[in-house]
């Protein structure tokens, strides 16, 4: 996606979502928001100072953040866990009332324990952190990460994805074209492989893909210390944080489970809740969700819509609180649950 198309997506979007708020501000349309909404969240830090920030839709401001807060308090929404979101998709839930609103992070940034959960905790928000047992035991790397650091760090380096080329990364631009080309290779390719190309190249530029996991990710008494903040919950996240569809079923299966134990292991109890990583729809299949079912969790994704009351508890729909649509009136349009009717029609 080049940038110009980058742009007119989001204004697109934005305008979609100036529309969708009209309408519920005018009080129309209220059976779109269903039952609520699973929000997700990644990183949630003081905004950096590069110009260049291929991940900046993974990210929110504390302040941002507690003013989305706010806007959903006053549009009346009930902060529940997962658990208790859960409860109400297997009784009968009232469209009627006051929408539902559980709060989730993925991949368990050390900003999730430093940032967001003061600002969870200060407001009685339960919350639920989704692990990858490579991200906390330091196995594995944040392609995303690393890719965006090696990226920024050089103006002119070794293309990991074709052999005895260059890269010339002179503007803002460039370094985007390569960004979208290499995670679209990783995404679409052999994820394992492609990863280890870029890790390789990480490491020949002098940058450690397990040493920048180190700094992002937190370690197990990191989580335990999460977990002492009230209303916080772990949730699994597989153990490499591959995306399950491609994996064979045995692979796919030890993923799940594996993941499952690890969380329980620092808990102290079983997990309730998975994330598939990634989450879109080339991520994960009916066969992941039932693998989810019987592991006796629900499962949460990033297709982006609200809960309803015949929602399929292995496959919820998120609503991302990203980089681009988190002005107040955006978050307010996203939980009216129009946005996403209106995309059907």
């Not at 979609?16 to 997700?40: I, P």
């Not at 999730?112 to 339960?126: C, G, M, Q, S, W």
Request: net charge neutral; aromatic share 6%.
């Amino acid at each position: 996606m080049t940038g110009a198309v980058r742009l007119i997506r989001q204004a697109v979007i934005q305008g979609g979502l100036a529309l969708s708020w009209g309408v519920a501000a005018l009080g129309l349309m209220k059976g779109a928001r269903g039952l609520g909404a699973v929000l997700t969240l990644h990183r949630v830090q003081p905004r950096p100072a590069s110009r260049f920030a291929p991940n900046a839709h993974l990210e929110v401001t504390p302040a941002r953040l507690e003013a989305s807060l706010l806007q959903l308090k006053r549009d009346g929404a009930r902060f529940v866990s997962l658990d208790t979101l859960r409860e109400h998709l297997l009784g009968d839930g009232d469209p009627s009332e006051s929408p539902l609103i559980a709060i989730t992070l993925d991949d368990g940034y050390r900003d999730n324990l430093d940032h967001a959960a003061p600002i969870f905790a200060r407001h009685n928000i339960p919350f639920t952190v989704f692990v990858v047992e490579g991200f906390v035991q330091r196995r594995h790397g944040l392609w995303w990460e690393t890719l965006a650091e090696l990226l920024q760090q050089a103006d002119r380096i070794n293309d990991p994805l074709v052999n005895d080329a260059k890269l010339e990364l002179k503007t803002i631009a460039s370094r985007q074209a390569a960004f979208d080309r290499w995670a679209w290779t990783i995404r679409n390719t052999d994820e394992k492989a492609a990863i280890a190309r870029l890790d390789a190249a990480a490491m020949a530029a002098g940058l450690d893909p397990l040493a920048l996991t180190e700094r992002l990710i937190l370690d197990e008494p990191g989580l335990r210390q999460l977990l002492d903040v009230p209303g916080a919950a772990l949730g699994a996240h597989t153990v490499s944080h591959r995306a399950l569809k491609a994996l064979d079923a045995a692979e796919a299966e030890q993923e799940i489970f594996a993941s499952k134990a690890f969380v329980a292991g620092i808990a102290g109890h079983a997990p309730t809740s998975f994330a598939f990583p990634y989450g879109d729809d080339e991520a994960w299949s009916p066969r992941d969700c039932a693998l989810v079912r019987r592991a006796g969790m629900i499962g949460v994704t990033t297709r982006p819509a609200v809960v309803t009351a015949n929602a399929d508890e292995a496959a919820l729909p998120r609503i991302s609180l990203n980089g681009h649509y988190q002005a107040p009136w955006q978050v307010s349009a996203l939980i009216s649950g129009i946005p996403f009717t209106l995309r059907r029609r």
